[in-house]
């Protein structure tokens, strides 16, 4: 990454949020963080409808 400021985002990690780089592919076709988070809230709700495994559960079975 280049031209970045640094220490740009330092305060909203301290405040406990997760910085999270998108490939610039995912990153135009989401306006904002709100629009990400609205997609990402819609397929856990998709995938707890099928009862499938969270990655978290998954990884969870995986150290069993």
């Given amino acids: 990454m280049q031209g970045g400021?640094?220490?740009?985002?330092a305060e909203l990690y301290r405040q406990g949020k997760n910085l999270v780089l998108l490939n610039l592919d995912v990153a135009k076709v989401f306006p904002d963080d709100k629009a990400v988070n609205d997609a990402l809230r819609l397929l856990i709700a998709i995938a707890q409808r099928q009862h499938l495994p969270t990655v978290k559960q998954q990884l969870e079975e995986q150290d069993r």
């Fill in 5 to 9: 400021i640094w220490g740009k985002y």
